[in-house]
């Protein structure tokens, strides 16, 4: 079980400042999505309000920074030196709202990437080390997300390299469920201690459809009795496509008494 101070709900910057009044009818923390264009343009006086805003609320924030076209452990160094620039953006907006956990991708691609797999893996770990530091001195906690590799190992071996309480995983039940031949219970006992963070959302294991929990074939319950099981305590962040839609999300889990008030 969790309790409501432990669940978000994901929505991109400009959606949130256009539906404040929603999220303040239904009481959501709010995990804010920034994509490069909204890092380089959002004037610094508009994140000022937006805090001064939530803090009226009582409301948390989490961040999600940009992913699209970015890879920290890309082949290409111009791409590693502008992954870092885009990750370090977005831990300066932590530090502004004074949020302390941030979700992060690692963009590994298992389809181009696994060829040369140690390759990449050195690209990224250099800069982890650098984002990572970065975080600890803003104390802010990164979860690095899995996409759809097919098992833990890839989160695995990046946290091990770069070992601090800072640096830990987003689980996201939706993209295991879509890109890994493993089940939930692999990936939950081998990630552990580590997981700071699950995005929940659901699908036919076809596509990222990231629909309502419980319309799709992700067993829910597993997951919950797993993370009981083992002690673990992470922040939740629902990923869904609309207002009804968590809403729906919301009643499964308070149905299902996983979610307390």
Known sequence: MFDSNQ??????YQILVENLKTVFKHRFNVEVYFDAFLLDTTPLSDLRRLKKIMEGSG?????HGPFLDLNPGSLDSRIRE??????????????FWEVTQIALHHGYNPIYHSFAYQEWLKGSIEVWEVVTREA???????????????GPNVLKDVISGVPSPHLGCCLDVGHLNVGSRLGLEVWVMELDQHIVEIHLHDNDGGSDQHSTIGEGEIDFRQLFGLLNELGINPLFTLENNSEEDFLRSIAW???NGVLTV
Do not use: M
Request: glycine share 4%; proline share 2%.
């Open 7 to 12: 669940l978000f709900i994901r929505v991109p």
């Open 59 to 63: 409301l948390q924030l989490t961040l």
């Open 82 to 95: 502008i992954t870092k620039h885009r990750y370090l953006q977005a831990l300066r907006i932590c530090s």
């Open 136 to 150: 600890e001195a803003r104390g802010v906690t990164i979860g690095i997300e899995n996409a759809f590799e097919d």
């Open 253 to 255: 889990l308070k149905e």
